[in-house]
């Protein structure tokens, strides 16, 4: 597709189930990444691909927290036993191999709300 | 503690006039600086960069100018129109670091006709 797409759009889970979402990065982007906002803040970082490779996920923020990219495309984010606190939009890009000066291409994001 | 810092939540001008938006950074290793303009309910859109060799960019309506002995950088639309309301993100990185990228909270513009 023209753009990056990520689904489902919304998802409402109850505290304590595991959550996956979905990202389809632009075709031929090497680089992809997830970032959560929370309602007021900017995006932050959870972590990166360079094709299959998840060269930097420093930001996850508990092991609770996985991400893949098995075949150095789609990618799925996945949440074990949600938390309140997870609740947020989470964002997906994508890149090609450098993506300075152009930045990278957002997709409209999931916004998970945990009950 | 924030490396990127938009101590302005809001900003509302005139249709016509100049919307200037401010950013502050911290971290010094950042060299690559962009803003994104966000639209509710849809993702991030990059809009402009600026790299630290630089002082000023400028891409038609929309100029950025970085002060690096400041660690200050502004993003300056002239002449602002309804449809640049919206939420501005300024960013930073590294160039030859990962791949990351530290946003600030943003700034809501609002244009008024």
């Known amino acids: 597709g023209a753009g990056v797409s990520q689904s489902p759009r919304y998802k409402v889970a109850k505290r304590g189930q595991d959550v996956a979402l979905r990202c389809d990065p632009i075709?031929?982007?090497?680089?992809l990444f997830w970032y959560q906002q929370a309602l007021g803040q900017g995006p932050e970082f959870l972590t990166y691909f360079q094709n299959e490779a998840q060269l930097d996920k420093s930001g996850l923020p508990s092991d609770r927290f996985f991400a893949e990219r098995p075949e150095g495309s789609v990618s799925t984010l996945k949440i074990q036993r949600t938390q309140q606190e997870d609740s947020a939009v989470y964002l997906c890009a994508s890149s090609k191999s450098r993506h300075l000066p152009h930045g990278y291409t957002f997709g409209s994001g999931t916004r998970l709300t945990v009950v | 503690d924030q490396q990127v810092k938009q101590n302005s939540p809001s900003l509302s001008v005139q249709e016509g006039r100049i919307s200037i938006l401010n950013c502050d950074y911290t971290n010094s290793m950042f060299d690559y600086f962009l803003w994104y303009k966000k639209y509710p309910a849809e993702g991030p859109t990059f809009l402009i960069s600026i790299s630290s060799i630089k002082d000023k960019n400028e891409d038609g309506r929309f100029t950025v100018f970085l002060n690096k002995s400041a660690k200050h950088l502004s993003l300056h639309i002239v002449p602002s129109q309804p449809g640049d309301s919206a939420v501005y993100f300024c960013?930073?990185?590294?160039?030859?670091?990962?791949?990351?990228?530290?946003f600030g909270k943003g700034t809501k513009l609002t244009v008024n006709p």
């Open positions: 960013a930073a990185g590294e160039e030859g670091g990962s791949e990351k990228l530290v």
């Open positions: 075709s031929g982007h090497v680089s």
